[in-house]
């Protein structure tokens, strides 16, 4: 088999929609970005990003496990990727500074405010009710909202 066409005319059109996509033939603004800018080093950021999305999947994780009945695993899941516990795993990798010392102090309390919420949501599921578990995890997603409505990565 010889790919080399077909790389060659994938590679042409990825230019064709390129061209099609610059700069120069767009003329939407940009629409302002009225977050606040918070700064960190390479790696707290890199670190920072990682955890962000290892957070989105534990939230689909604790929706399909509420989903099916398995509460005593949600809690397991929340306490352990999400709560109070699962704070401080960059301390080793960071010296101590971990993405969460280059919080303002405001963020800082949003961010502890979502673990918080994570290990009552734990204690919660831990209990049994799945409704009142479901009402329980509300708070740890409005803490995931406050916090990208305020802060962005600089
Ligand atoms: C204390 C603040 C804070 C909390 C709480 C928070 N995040 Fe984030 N998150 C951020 C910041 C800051 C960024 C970087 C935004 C940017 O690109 O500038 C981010 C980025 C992300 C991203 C994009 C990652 C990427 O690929 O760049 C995802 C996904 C995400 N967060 C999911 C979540 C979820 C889900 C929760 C709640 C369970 C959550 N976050 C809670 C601050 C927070």
Request: net charge negative; with cysteine; proline share 5%.
């Amino acid at each position: 088999m010889r790919p080399w066409p077909l790389l060659a005319a994938l590679l042409l059109g990825a230019a064709v929609q390129a061209a099609q996509d610059s700069p120069a033939t767009t003329v939407e603004a940009v629409p302002e970005d009225g977050r606040q800018a918070v700064a960190m080093p390479a790696l707290q950021r890199a670190l920072l990003r990682e955890e962000m999305i290892q957070h989105t999947a534990t939230v689909q994780q604790l929706v399909d496990l509420l989903g099916k009945g398995e509460l005593t695993r949600a809690a397991e899941i929340a306490e352990r990727d999400l709560g109070l516990s699962s704070m401080g795993k960059h301390a080793a990798a960071t010296r101590g500074m971990g993405p969460g010392r280059f919080f303002p102090q405001l963020m800082r309390s949003v961010g502890i405010g979502m673990h918080e919420a994570a290990s009552h949501f734990a204690d919660v599921a831990r209990e049994g009710d799945a409704e009142a578990a479901l009402k329980a995890l509300s708070p740890v997603l409005g803490a995931c909202v406050s916090c990208h409505s305020a802060y962005r990565l600089e």
